[in-house]
């Protein structure tokens, strides 16, 4: 079975300062991980994914993530939040070896991040 | 402009009442998928479309059907038999359902049931 767990229900940081929100994971084989981003009463946006190669990703937005795989924990961060950045965060992984899981992208209960002006 | 778009946005029902949640998208992806997103609950998957006529059951389908006759639609209907129908449904698309796709998902249905 795969998991994610997003350990921190809130982050509050203040404008300009670098933001982290926490993911850590659960899978039986290699992770295919994924950030995704909520606005209120919007869908999901796609922010980056670890697939394999370079343990630090990319994306949108200015922000990156960390893949460690021994912590099984992939970290979003942002060397320095905007206003605009508060929004739901929401972690996922994917079994990329399981043959079931491989089809189901597991998602985590999310994260509000607020950036405080 | 290319996109999965759902509707309607906000949708009110009695108990009782079937509906049916509209899904189409215009970015030729062969998989689709509904989740149900309660408060603190994160996205929980319902259904899942691999290709045309064929989907899978997810982890919460129980009181829910869908049908997947075109490529570019996958309509849920919420039945009178799912217990707690009042939720945030987001239907997503992605290229493959399997390996390395990223989720493409429409602006959602709020549906309130009363």
Known sequence: AQSVAQPEDQVNVAEGNPLTVKCTYSVSGNPYLFWYVQYPNRGLQFLLKYITGDNLVKGSYGFEAEFNKSQTSFHLKKPSALVSDSALYFCAVRDADSGAGSYQLTFGKGTKLSVIP | ?114
């Open chain 2, 1 to 114: 402009d290319g996109g999965i778009t759902q509707s309607p946005k906000y949708l009110f029902r009695k108990e009782g009442q079937n509906v049916t949640l509209s899904c189409e998208q215009n970015l030729n992806h062969d998989a689709m998928y509904w989740y149900r997103q309660d408060p603190g609950q994160g996205l929980r998957l319902i259904y899942y479309s691999q290709i045309v006529n064929d989907f899978q059951k997810g982890d919460i389908a129980e009181g829910y059907s869908v049908s997947r006759e075109k490529k570019e639609s996958f309509p849920l209907t919420v039945t009178s038999a799912q217990k707690n129908p009042t939720a945030f449904y987001l239907c997503a698309s992605s290229p493959g359902a399997r390996g390395v796709y990223e989720q493409y998902f429409g602006p959602g249905t709020r549906l309130t049931v009363t």
